[in-house]
């Protein structure tokens, strides 16, 4: 099936990682709060939230060596066993290093899942398709983000802590094994492709030299560990300001609710904007929100912050996946999307890390404001940053991607040398 073509595989796979997300997001707060009824401070709740990432860490690149030649497909079933296995066993355990165990192995699934599943949009999608359906599948991850929380809250809290918090972490490994009943209905459409003479590998030193790619990489780095500190450290905000946990679940779905919003809107805004404008203005406005999470502010203004944060945080994933596939060489989609989330999963192993021991130094806000840092950094990355024009692509001019518009320039300097010569 060639790109762009039936996107019944687009809506089964949305599906699908909507349960995977949602057992993460269901199974993340609540493993924050059965470490808490275990005894954990505020650095081992850092500590085992970088956990989740420590393992992909190391994974992903060749995971996404594999994928380049068209094995995507086998890594989606085998990502959803190991978040459900991970959040089932996070569940039983007994002790903190047990929970940090099992917290990895659900990392290492949705690495697994995330870099099948990203793969194939790559390439089934069209140059021109890439914005929109990168950012319909990450509606996926969006609805996940919506649900989870929501569900996590409804199972924990009461007088027994421990148990409530390992009822929600079994509860999310049997909602992720419900992804398989969408996974198996997806034919790789793209299955001749494995079957082609793999060529030489591109160095993954070429890749990151790739005009866009580190870019890309940064601005995903910054948005995920925003989005996977609220997720993890507002549980103990909420604990330190006497919020309850449904409420906690409440503000991080309204979050979430408000990226699939931007999701559902972002065509037009590129169309409005454009990438490296809404990039620029969306990092920006988060930056001074994640900030002002660590002021003591009532539940509702804290709501209202959520949710404009929410939709900031929105823009950054789908465009940063769409930058990166279009700076890096055709032949390496894969392993430059590998990279880029193994700079989340280093985000994600540093900034909880990080946010540990700020927390522990000045307090449980403090990560927020970290976070602020961070952002502000990649809106000034964002800036600088290289943008296919939207508006000029929807029209029918395809920009050449970076892999593919060097070689012409070399052809006109040389051209023009002989020229003089």
Sequence with gaps: MAPGGNRGWLLRLVIAFGFAQG???????????RALALGADERAVGVIAGVYALLPLFAAVPLGR?????RCAPLLPVGVVLIAGGCALSGVAGSLWAMALWSGVMGLGHLCFVIGAQSLVARQS?????????????IGASLGQLIGPIAAGALIGGPDMAGSSALALVVAGAGAAVAVT???RIEHPTAGASRREPGPRVPVGSILRARGVPAGILISLSVLSATDILTAYLPVVGEHRGISPAVIGVLLSLRAAATIACRLVLTPLLRLLGRTVLL???CLLAALLCAGVALPVPVGALAA???????????GQPLSMTTVVQAAPEEARSTALALRLTGNRLGQVAAPAAAGLVAGVAGVAAPFVMLGGLLLLSSGIALRAPSADVAERAAGHRRPAVGQDVPDRADDRRRCRETKG
Excluded: K
């Design 280 to 282: 620029t203005v969306t």
């Design 66 to 70: 594999r994928t380049d030649h068209g």
């Design 182 to 184: 969408s996974l198996w």
């Design 23 to 33: 057992a993460v997001s269901m199974a993340r707060p609540a493993v924050s709060y």
């Design 126 to 138: 069209a140059p021109h398709e890439q914005d929109r359906n990168f950012g319909h599948f990450t």
């Design 305 to 315: 912050m959520l949710i404009v944060l929410g939709f900031c945080l929105g823009v």
